[in-house]
């Protein structure tokens, strides 16, 4: 199992049009591809000097090559939804591989 890992600084004038953006459309959108099986949002406890607010939305997917499907196949589309917010975020991608899980 993977995780891609999206952590994005928002600032505060654009906060809550982004929230309800994320998790009513774009979100979903991920989802909808059919290559993550879960979505989870977290907002970062830690002040940033910049400013803003920050979040981690960690998609679950099954493989590398799924997640390379994602990028060759959805990435630039659901991407290019984001210039909606252009200038008032800044985001960085982490790709992760789960090596145990434990409850």
Partial sequence: ???YNVTINIEETKHNEW???????HIPDMLATGKFSRALMSK??????MGGITYS???TTDSKST??????????RLRSETNKFAGHFVAFRTELEIISEQQ
């Fill in 57 to 59: 939305v960690q998609y």
């Fill in 19 to 25: 929230l309800d953006w994320m998790k009513n459309k």
């Fill in 1 to 3: 199992m993977y995780i």
């Fill in 67 to 76: 997640l390379e499907r994602y990028y060759t196949e959805d990435a630039e």
């Fill in 44 to 49: 970062v406890l830690v002040e940033e000097e």
